[in-house]
């Protein structure tokens, strides 16, 4: 989707960071939904993404895993992706796929927790 006039401007990547790139329209919704609900929380599992969405990718964070199961990967650009989940809130989820060689975070869910883990 690109920018329109009006739209938050991005910040660029620099060194060793991750490009943080929307992967569906639902994906843009709930993370400005998540804006609204969870500023703070959001802008921490953002600076996950952009620092350390990975393995061997920086330190550990107790709210962020690879999804398990038939939920640990996905697909994306015809390529099939590690799928990661960040918590942002006790009730709300970041789900994203890593793309390693593009060096890229691609968000695919940003919402309340997914009923696809219950």
């Given at each position: 989707?690109?920018?329109?006039?009006?739209?938050?401007?991005?910040?660029?990547?620099?060194?060793?960071?991750?490009?943080?790139?929307?992967?569906?329209?639902?994906?843009?919704?709930?993370?400005?939904?998540?804006?609204?609900?969870?500023?703070?929380?959001?802008?921490?599992?953002?600076?996950?993404?952009?620092?350390?969405?990975?393995?061997?990718?920086?330190?550990?964070?107790?709210?962020?895993?690879?999804?398990?199961?038939?939920?640990?990967?996905?697909?994306?650009?015809?390529?099939?992706?590690?799928?990661?989940q960040i918590e942002v809130?006790?009730?709300?989820?970041?789900?994203?796929?890593?793309?390693?060689?593009?060096h890229t975070v691609w968000?695919?869910?940003?919402?309340?927790?997914?009923?696809?883990?219950?």
């Open positions: 989707m690109s920018p329109k006039k009006g739209d938050p401007v991005a910040p660029p990547t620099i060194a060793e960071e991750w490009h943080i790139r929307y992967c569906t329209n639902e994906a843009i919704k709930g993370w400005h939904d998540l804006e609204t609900r969870a500023g703070g929380n959001l802008r921490k599992a953002w600076e996950v993404m952009r620092d350390s969405p990975g393995p061997g990718s920086g330190k550990p964070c107790s709210r962020h895993s690879q999804l398990k199961g038939c939920l640990a990967s996905g697909t994306h650009g015809g390529r099939e992706l590690p799928r990661w809130t006790g009730g709300d989820r970041i789900w994203y796929l890593l793309d390693v060689d593009g968000v695919q869910y940003a919402g309340g927790h997914p009923k696809a883990t219950d």
